[in-house]
């Protein structure tokens, strides 16, 4: 398998190539050269797979300088750490269902790409030869931070230092990531939103003049975001995984199409369901759910991507976000592959602040797509009265997902089964969820973790309560500006 550049699609790589460099020379987004297909058979076959066996089949399609029995042991030892079922599938109603995505270490769907990660970079890079350091910035709007961090602490060859928006994440959030421990991590506040990190990160990566700096001391830069195809190929397994499991529960026939409702902000989550999708996975629609940060489902309604608009902090903060790195990847798609079409909506992105896809493209974007946005408003109603009529607790984000869907059944007369993609625990927002159920918060973090659990019976896990006991290693806040040097400065502590 050889992958492409999102602007040049010229270029040939291997996946060893795009997982260890993760973002391409041109600043463009590895694609693979062409979908590998997954089959009818394979997806019955499937069915008599745990979930790390699933994992790896998808992956096999991708990796192909790693064997099936390689990958199946990434995938069992990724997933041995998850709490039971990695992807369990609960059905609320008739046609509705929840995929949950949080059962691993730190309870957010991140979990199920960046447990992998570390394992599957270092094995490709032991089949490279690759001696230097993996170098891993990365830029978090809440959960990629933390999971990165417990993925990579303490992995050979490797260094994680994290970015994070001051004061635009959880208290539990936060605490997950300045109380990491391991001798190969960093966490750093930067000011701003999320995007002013994420925009610094990708210019870090840009910058010729450090890399060269970084190379001279043993050090390679490479990516943990969404934008890493490593990430990416794990995610699009959980689709595959949660059609198999409608399939063995009899609640479908091999070949009926499924909708999808995401959450997602970056447009990594809902891409990897597309991917399926393109891999021959019988899908249906899928549902792009955004908060007030709806830049997503305005593209989605005028096919224009404008960044002219207020940032606004939710109670979903890993979906504030307002540019959506991911959606370049589908961009390539819808231009026919043409990254020179590619090159120039990226441009005018950086230089206009938005670009226009036209007519004809949005038209058969939205053949797959739908879009729409919940307010905080109505993700705090639907979030109480998913729990009311189903007795079931979901977080602010999955809330946010459960209102777009209901909007979705309500606008498109569709008879497919849709899933609900569930991304973090609600233990993770417990003030956001209490409200949302008709509790008073208590200001204290872990006593609104004590309240969520005697008035809703949700466990919360022991390791969430002993964060706040846990000193806290990190505090330093800086500018975007500075996020070089400060990439420099943790490189250098890594060799000495």
Request: with cysteine; glycine share 8%.
């Amino acid at each position: 398998m050889k992958f492409t550049s999102t602007r040049n699609n010229k270029l040939r790589v291997s996946g060893s190539t795009a997982v260890l460099t993760g973002l391409a020379p041109d600043g463009g987004l590895y694609v693979p050269v062409e979908f590998p297909p997954v089959t009818e058979a394979e997806i019955s076959a499937m069915a008599e797979m745990d979930y790390p066996e699933r994992s790896a089949l998808v992956m096999s399609k991708f990796f192909d300088e790693l064997s099936l029995s390689e990958l199946t042991d990434i995938a069992r030892r990724a997933y041995s750490t998850f709490d039971g079922d990695p992807a369990p599938e609960v059905k609320l109603d008739e046609g509705l269902y929840v995929l949950e995505l949080w059962h691993g270490k730190t309870h957010a769907f991140k979990d199920m790409a960046l447990s992998v990660l570390p394992l599957l970079m270092t094995a490709l890079k032991e089949k490279a030869g690759q001696k230097e350091i993996c170098l891993i910035p990365v830029a978090t709007s809440g959960d990629t931070g933390k999971a990165a961090l417990e993925g990579f602490s303490d992995v050979g060859g490797t260094g994680v230092i994290v970015f994070y928006p001051d004061g635009g994440v959880s208290h539990t959030q936060r605490k997950q990531m300045v109380t990491t421990l391991g001798g190969n991590v960093r966490v750093v506040a930067v000011k701003g939103n999320f995007d002013d990190a994420q925009s610094a990160v990708k210019s870090a990566f840009g910058d010729k003049a450090l890399q060269k700096r970084l190379a001279e001391i043993g050090c390679k830069m490479t990516g943990a975001n969404s934008i890493n195809l490593g990430r990416l190929a794990p995610q699009v397994a959980y689709y595959f995984s949660a059609y198999v499991d409608l399939l063995t529960s009899e609640q479908i026939q091999l070949g009926d199409k499924v909708d999808f409702c995401v959450p997602t902000g970056n447009f990594g989550n809902i891409l990897a369901a597309y991917y399926a999708k393109r891999m021959g996975l019988p899908v249906g629609k899928l549902v792009c759910a955004s908060n007030d940060n709806k830049v997503l489902t305005d593209f989605l309604e005028s096919g224009v991507y404008s960044l002219d608009r207020e940032f606004i902090k939710t109670t979903s903060p890993s979906m504030d976000i307002l540019i959506s790195s991911n959606l370049e990847r589908l961009l390539f798609e819808f231009a026919a592959r043409d990254s020179e079409t590619v090159k120039e909506w990226m441009a005018s992105l950086k230089t206009e602040g938005s670009y226009d896809v036209g007519a004809e493209r949005l038209f058969e974007i939205r053949e797959d797509f739908y879009g729409d946005f919940a307010t905080c408003a109505e993700c705090a109603e639907t979030l109480g009265g998913i729990y009311e009529e189903y007795g079931y607790l979901c977080d602010p984000h999955t809330a946010v997902a459960f209102d777009v869907c209901a909007k979705y059944k309500s606008e498109v007369d569709s008879s497919s089964p849709i899933v609900v993609v569930s991304t973090a625990s609600p233990v993770k927002f417990a003030s956001t969820v209490l409200e949302s159920v008709g509790e008073k918060a208590p200001s204290d973090d872990v006593k609104a973790l004590e309240a969520l659990e005697k008035s809703t019976a949700f466990p919360v896990p022991k390791s969430v309560y002993a964060l706040f006991g846990m000193e806290e290693r990190f505090n330093k806040v800086i500018e975007p500006t500075d996020l070089a040097r400060e990439v420099e400065d943790f490189a250098a502590s890594l060799v000495k």
